[in-house]
């Protein structure tokens, strides 16, 4: 099993570009899909791009065309680059491991691994 550390979260303004970086330790990371969730302020935890292992990527309708999730198997780490940043963006940002079904990958259920998160706000 793998753990998980995020990091890269900051404030950032409105329009700004960031990148989040999620390093795995243990065995087996490039057999994991490999997932970003975020969660706002009082509101449920929702998916936000997700790698499988062929590298096939994908994302929330709130993200596609500004986020760009990709992994790096010799790294052990997988990477959110984000981009035209909206306050609306806000959140702490986590990564996920596991090996959900196609249909399931949305499903924070899916991932049995989690890293603590980093904060992002984005804000003039």
């Known amino acids: 099993q793998v753990q998980l550390e995020e990091s890269g979260g900051e404030l950032v303004q409105p329009g700004g570009s960031l990148r989040l970086s999620c390093a795995a330790s243990?065995?087996?990371?490039?057999?994991?899909?490999m997932a970003w969730f975020r969660q706002a302020r009082g509101k449920e935890r929702e998916f936000v791009a997700a790698?499988?292992?062929?590298?096939?990527?994908y994302y929330a309708d709130s993200v596609k065309g500004r986020f760009t999730v990709s992994r790096d198997n010799v790294k052990n780490t997988i990477y959110l680059q984000m981009a035209a940043l909206k306050p609306e963006d806000t959140a702490v940002y986590s990564c996920?491991?596991?090996?959900?079904?196609?249909?399931?990958?949305?499903?924070?259920?899916?991932?049995?691994?989690w890293g603590r998160g980093t904060q992002v706000t984005v804000s003039s």
């Open positions: 243990g065995s087996s990371f490039n057999t994991y899909t």
């Open positions: 996920g491991a596991g090996r959900p079904i196609l249909s399931a990958i949305r499903n924070p259920e899916m991932y049995y691994t």
């Open positions: 790698i499988r292992t062929s590298s096939h990527t």
